[in-house]
C-alpha cells in the first residue's frame, strides 16, 4: 500500500526545536517533490516548505529564517527542522509527495503544539 508515514510532531515551548521526518513506502516510485504543509485550526491548508528536483526550495514567509527542508532522495525521505518555534506555528503538520506522472499523496498528519 502506498503511504507517506510521519513521525516527530509533539509539544514544544516557543522558541524550542523539533524536526519532522516523512518516509514514502516503497511502493511510492518516481518522486519529482516532496514538502510539509500545515492546517491549523479554523484555517486552510496552507504550503510550509516543499523541495522539487532543480528547484530551490520554497518557504512560506512565515517560516523562512526558522524552518529548513531537506531530503534524502535515496531513502524517499523528506525532513522539516523547525527552530524559534512559535505558537502560530500550532498545527497539524502534514507530509505531500508528488511524482512525475502527477500523483499526489498525503500523510496522516502529525500535531505539532507550540506552548507560549
Known amino acids: 500500500q502506498a503511504q507517506l508515514v510521519e513521525s516527530g510532531g509533539g509539544l514544544v515551548q516557543a522558541g524550542g526545536s523539533l524536526t519532522l521526518s516523512c518516509a514514502a513506502s516503497?511502493?511510492?516510485?518516481?518522486?519529482?517533490?516532496m514538502g510539509w504543509y500545515r492546517q491549523a485550526p479554523g484555517k486552510q491548508r496552507e504550503m510550509v516548505a516543499t523541495s522539487s528536483y532543480g528547484v530551490s526550495a520554497n518557504y512560506i514567509d512565515s517560516v523562512k529564517g526558522r524552518f529548513t527542508i531537506s531530503r534524502n532522495n535515496a531513502k524517499n525521505t523528506v525532513y522539516l527542522q523547525m527552530n524559534s518555534l512559535k505558537p502560530e506555528d500550532t498545527a497539524v503538520y502534514y507530509c505531500?509527495?508528488?511524482?512525475?506522472?502527477?500523483?499526489?499523496?498525503w500523510g496522516q498528519g502529525t500535531q505539532v503544539t507550540v506552548a507560549s
Open positions: 505531500c509527495a508528488i511524482t512525475w506522472s502527477s500523483r499526489t499523496y
Open positions: 516503497g511502493t511510492i516510485s518516481g518522486i519529482k517533490a
